[in-house]
């Protein structure tokens, strides 16, 4: 799915005829007429690629509503909408309590409302092309159509490990093109001028187990009922997370296609787990996929330059596991799916980071007690270091003061414990001298704007933030494997499955002997109590470091014509050395991931974005 969105203007209206093509991409996309839905003036509003189950329309005198995506509205519920708004803030009833995951854009007397989802999986971009604010919702789009090139400064963000803390990571790679922050809907005008409007913010958490179980159930059974047709694909590793969406897409009587990927280490016990969930699911068809017959991590897709609109967005964050997702997706479509699920996103909203027990001392500081010695003791973690980080109370953009700092310093010790905003960034070890300044001063023109962060409660702040994270990298990947006609849906990422996970009690997120204990019992009557019972989790290590030795021998060709070097932001050299040098412990292999994804973005198809001439179909009407 790929379409441009235009205000209600005649200067719009022009770009309709003008539709962004990124130079060398040959996805489906490009081969097909492109769609069109009008304002009530008659002029373009949304231009572009779409399926026939994707979209949602519906009109009443001057007024629209378009959803594009998985989303599920209850009869009558747009038709009434239109019936009794008065301005485009009244679709913020629909955007709370619409389940699935979809664009949301109305056209109200010649404005527009254009929104994506909380967590980014789909999302809204914008930038001035002659004159006018056009919105989309990929920028490589937008930056072909406006004739924009690459941010150099941003990618060298990207090197950043794990990655650029919020809200640095909102920045694109194309010059002059921006996305809308979480929770923020943007308005077009027939001016061509645009603004951002709130319409969201993250809630307290407040909500005991015994009503927010009932209520995250709810949620997640909607979200999957809004992604089931005829025949349904999905991931079941033996977690929790992929085991639940199968027992949910199951319940809606789809024909359930599963997919489990053996794991190479002997020890990790998914393998187990898989084969008593496929065994209480007899009516799934399951494929399961043999360590030695599947792709390896960091491997290139051999289809990767026909595989759509591939990585055009940006470097992909989840680029180790691009051959593997575009296995499954064609797995999927030899099945007859044209949906995936993942169970990206349940980790972020059901497995606390450390930083819960720095809110949960905050919140119950004589109760917390207990907890707290608890996890120091099985974490092993240092008491003055713990100490210490319960105590640190300073405010977000101090943090972001302090990650520019301390860019270049050795990770913390394992024994020290991070109760931070967020993690502990660092470039890596080959990047130049002129891309840690570069890095340097982009956090500290952060932290001099002082920005809030998005809850006062760093726990809640970093939820949030790793649903964006993982929801933005589910969008690069689903851009990369357009080809496939097949779409990656992360249910657990749903705006009304996030709300309600972010609304439990800091207290109850965590049991003493159980495993995520929100979503075990959200899914009690669900998926057989014998499969709740798991206290483990899958350990892929041994992927890494696989992946890294078959592919070494390209890896290493890539440092003596490298992309990045020639920008200045990576020492080839150093790059090489740690390629061929000794890595013993996991975090040693988490720095290659950022550097080789940038690199493969930069020696991908598409380098530059020139516009191209696309004739709109003449009818104006949905084909």
């Known amino acids: 799915m790929d379409f441009l969105i235009l205000p209600d203007s005649e200067d719009a209206a022009a770009l309709a005829q003008l539709r962004a093509q990124p130079g060398g991409s040959q996805d489906r996309n490009e081969r097909r007429d492109p769609r069109v839905v009008r304002h009530a003036s008659g002029r373009p509003w949304v231009v572009g690629h779409w399926d026939e189950d994707e979209i949602v329309t519906v009109s009443a005198g001057d007024r629209r509503i378009v959803l594009l995506g998985r989303a599920r509205p209850a009869p009558g519920t747009l038709e009434r909408l239109l019936d009794t708004a008065r301005s485009l803030h009244d679709v913020d009833s629909l955007a709370r ?97 645009y603004r951002a409007h709130r319409w969201w913010s993250v809630p307290e958490p407040v909500s005991p187990l015994s009503r927010s179980a009932g209520t995250v159930r709810s949620a997640l059974r909607d979200a999957v009922g809004a992604r089931a047709g005829s025949a349904v694909s999905a991931d079941l590793s033996g977690g929790m997370d992929s085991t639940s969406l199968c027992f949910l897409a199951a319940a809606t009587g789809a024909e359930l296609h599963t997919h489990h990927w053996q794991p190479l280490d002997l020890a990790n016990d998914d393998a187990l787990w898989w084969e008593r969930s496929a065994a209480a699911l007899p009516d799934a068809r399951h494929r399961s996929v043999p360590a030695d017959r599947r792709p390896t991590w960091f491997q290139t897709p051999p289809e990767h330059h026909a595989a759509g609109g591939g990585l055009l967005e940006g470097p992909l964050a989840w680029h180790r596991n691009h051959a593997q997702m575009e296995f499954v997706a064609r797995a999927a479509a030899e099945a007859g799916a044209r949906t995936h699920l993942v169970g990206v996103g349940g980790d972020e909203l059901f497995s606390p980071s450390p930083t819960y027990l720095w809110s949960l001392v905050r919140g119950h500081p004589l109760t917390s007690l207990p907890d707290l010695n608890r996890m120091r003791l099985l974490n092993r973690w240092w008491l003055g270091p713990t100490v210490r980080g319960l105590l640190d109370a300073r405010p977000f953009a101090a943090s972001l003061r302090a990650v520019a700092d301390g860019l270049t310093d050795p990770l913390p010790h394992p024994r020290e414990p991070s109760f931070g905003w967020g993690g502990v960034p660092r470039m890596p070890p080959w990047a130049t001298g002129d891309a840690v300044a570069t890095v340097r001063r982009l956090l500290g023109e952060a932290a001099d704007a002082r920005p809030g962060p998005m809850h006062r409660d760093r726990h809640q702040h970093q939820v949030i933030e790793g649903a964006l994270v993982s929801g933005s990298a589910l969008r690069q990947m689903n851009l990369a494997l357009d080809g496939t006609g097949v779409t990656l849906e992360a249910p657990f990422l ?70 990045l070097a020639r920008l200045g932001l990576v020492d080839a050299g150093a790059l090489r050395a740690g390629l061929l040098g000794p890595k013993p412990e996991t975090r040693d292999l988490t720095p290659f991931e950022n550097t080789l994804s940038c690199e493969a973005w930069l020696r991908g198809p598409v380098r530059t974005a020139p516009a191209a001439a696309l004739t709109a179909h003449p009818t104006g009407e949905p084909r």
């Open 494 to 563: 749903d705006d009304r499955v996030l709300e309600a996970a972010l609304m439990v009690r800091t207290e109850d997120r965590v049991a003493r002997g159980r495993y995520k204990p929100v979503l075990t019992a959200a899914m009690r009557g669900v998926v057989p109590a014998q499969l709740l019972g798991r206290r483990s989790k899958g350990e892929f290590s041994a992927e890494a470091y696989e992946g890294l030795l078959r592919n070494r021998r390209l890896l290493l060709e890539r440092c003596d014509d490298l992309e």
């Open 97 to 193: 309590r619409l389940p699935g995951s979809c664009h949301l854009m109305a056209s109200f007397d010649g404005r527009v409302r254009a929104q994506g989802t909380l967590s980014t999986a789909r999302q809204i971009f914008h930038t001035r092309v002659s004159g006018v604010t056009v919105a989309a919702g990929d920028p490589a789009r937008l930056a072909a159509l406006a004739g924009r090139g690459i941010d150099e400064d941003t990618l060298a963000l990207r090197l950043l490990t794990p990655g650029p803390p919020w809200p640095l990571s909102l920045r694109t790679v194309w010059s002059g093109v921006a996305q809308s922050a979480p929770g923020h809907w943007l308005e077009l005008t027939p001016g061509g001028e």
